[in-house]
């Protein structure tokens, strides 16, 4: 069971080394082509007046920025967050000379110092964003006060209505902000959910490796019976007759002969494995008594049943005994164990076309505030609840019922999360409890339509079959 993500996901937050050079290069590039082109068609297009020279100047530098990186460093090298800071600033700072000599707010191209910010949001830490926000806002604001003016061909200023002008400044620190709050939400959104993903399918190959190994002892508590009972049988018979008799002798071939046959078990079994087939499936009690085995033990209450709702399917469903079943049940338990007062309550319940799984604990329930977001991986479920210092591995970040969810949607399920009637306060003697509802927490349901997760045992199992890589 896993309880918390791998130690590699708890460091979500750590993005240095993320940014290799050889895509601030091309995007470098990029821009460099991009100013180029613009430059030659306001020169010799629109036949504006402006520092040509200093212009080139300003785009030289970017290139000479450019091939440098590109021969000192390997094109696989990933920047720390100090070197990335420093690449973007240059960007910004480059960007920011050559509005200087082309206009300043009043060339439409001023609009691009967002992208060094969507960059660093995107990418790097939140104070890295912070910092280039800052600069990039600065710059724009210089720019707003003081810039060589755009001339027309006769000589005359390109003039923008002072209005006009500080609108666009407004505009583009408003962008500078709402683009790197929105980028950064974004992809913070899409790394949680990549993460969380990864850790539901180690949790989900982790069950399937210990399911196989649940195979290999049942195949060999199955096949090494019938040779150890002849054995123990033998060997019995052996100590009752310790006399020259010539059965002795057929005896103690026999033994031989089942102490080969054992050996050659367990070298088979050894080599490959046996998925036994008997594994596949199992009564629905079975299941869910197996998903709460491991919590048994902790301390709480764990009540189990299942009974059909309308005596017409009176028959208990056998299910496909999936290791994303056990292991999704199994978290759900776990959650419910982590904020129970005393019991849990598992309970399964079957009509003739639906098989409904209920979790409920008695504990404090779901904070409203999440409620709606529950299942979404890296939140609280029970955001007031602390992580107790003697189970540490019971930190809460939001993966476990975001694996759970997601397992067990993928075997054809729908969940859904609530609370049930909190206790209410009554008459009692002085120091008494509330009274009310016993089951006061937390409710989970995960309901199946019985045709995807219910399987007929067939009439003869066959050979257990070797398990393959």
């Known amino acids: 069971m896993i309880a918390s993500p791998p130690p590699g996901l708890a460091l979500r937050d750590t993005r240095s080394d993320w940014v290799r050079i050889r895509t601030l290069v091309l995007l470098r590039w990029m821009a460099i082509c991009g100013q180029l082109a613009a430059l030659s068609v306001a020169v010799f297009v629109y036949r504006l007046q402006i520092e040509f020279g200093l212009c080139l100047l300003v785009i030289g530098a970017s290139v000479v920025a450019n091939l440098a990186a590109g021969f000192i460093l390997p094109s696989n090298k990933r920047l720390s967050e100090g070197e990335a800071l420093l690449t ?10 050559l509005l200087y000599m082309t206009g300043g707010l009043d060339n439409p191209f001023a609009l691009l110092i967002l992208a060094p910010v969507t960059i660093s949001a995107t990418a790097l830490q939140l104070r890295t964003t912070v910092v280039l926000g800052a600069a990039a806002a600065a710059l724009i604001t210089v720019l707003e006060l003081y810039a060589l003016p755009l001339r027309l061909p006769t000589g005359a200023p390109l003039a923008v209505p002072p209005t006009l002008r500080f609108g666009f400044w407004v505009a583009i620190v408003t962008g500078i902000l709402f683009m790197a709050v929105y980028s950064r939400r974004v992809a913070s959104e899409i790394r949680s959910m990549s993460e969380a993903l990864l850790a539901a399918q180690m949790a989900l190959a982790r069950e399937q490796k210990l399911t196989d190994l649940g195979g290999v002892v049942a195949a060999a508590a199955h096949e090494l019976g019938t040779p150890l009972a002849t054995i123990k049988l033998v060997s019995t018979e052996l100590m009752e007759e310790l006399k020259d008799d010539p059965d ?7 033994i ?25 499936f199992a ?81 404090p329930g779901y904070p409203p505030n999440v409620l709606g977001r529950i299942g ?27 694996i759970a969810k997601t397992l067990l949607e993928r075997s054809g399920a729908e ?55």
């Open 88 to 97: 973007l600033l240059f960007d910004i700072t480059q960007l920011a000379a």
């Open 248 to 254: 002795l002798a057929s005896d103690a071939e026999l």
């Open 256 to 280: 031989r002969q089942q102490a080969d046959r054992c050996r050659d078990i367990l070298r088979s079994m050894g080599q490959a494995g046996k998925d036994d087939l008997q594994m596949h």
């Open 283 to 363: 009564p629905v009690a079975e299941v869910i008594r197996e998903a709460a085995e491991p919590h048994m033990a902790r301390g709480k209450t764990i009540e189990l049943s299942a009974h059909p709702i309308r005596d017409g399917a009176a028959r208990q469903p056998t299910i496909q005994r999936r290791p994303e079943i056990v292991h999704g049940l199994r978290n759900l338990v776990q959650n419910a164990v982590d904020f129970a007062r005393s019991t849990v309550w598992v309970e399964a319940e079957w009509t003739a076309r639906s098989l409904s799984i209920r979790v409920i604990d008695d504990g």
């Open 376 to 402: 979404d991986p890296f939140i609280r479920a029970r955001g007031e609840a602390q992580p107790d210092p003697e189970r540490p591995e019971y930190e809460g970040m939001g993966l476990g019922l975001f």
């Open 415 to 469: 969940l859904s999360f609530a609370n049930a009637a909190p206790p209410t306060p009554a008459a009692a003697p002085a120091g008494g409890s509330p009274s009310g509802p016993e089951r006061s927490g937390a409710i989970v349901e995960v309901i199946w339509p019985r045709d995807r997760i219910e399987a007929e045992a067939p009439a003869a199992l066959g050979r257990n079959r070797p398990i393959t890589a």
